[in-house]
């Protein structure tokens, strides 16, 4: 009866251990699956966050273009414009680019039409040089051509 008694107790022992490791595997199991989902939803969103990054990217670079090009829409290039020696060149050469667009060209623009003249490229010793006007209607621009 001793016998049984013992048998009996450690088959209750061996129970008890084979359910404590059971469960503890079961809990670090778990454990590892959940560690490893979480790992592989960051992953997930950390590929995600580099797409939407790089897309940012091209977006703006798109949109930086397209006001590089909306800028340079109402801009128009003279070629041979008398080179001005007047100590005030930039006045000289809104003056000599109006005579040119009234005159030769007869547009009919006026000063307030222009936003900026200036030179094309390094001052030299030539009698001309190429000036670009940028003026502030696009469709003064259109006439012109």
Known sequence: MKQEMNSHALKTEVKATVKEETEED????????MKAEMEKSLGSMTTEIQSVRCDLHKTRAEAEERRHKESRRSNVILYNVPESKADDRNKDDVTACLRLCNKGIQVGISEEDLIQVFRLGKLDSNETESKAINLNRERTCVDMI
């Open 26 to 33: 079961e809990i670090v199991s778990l454990a590892d699956i």
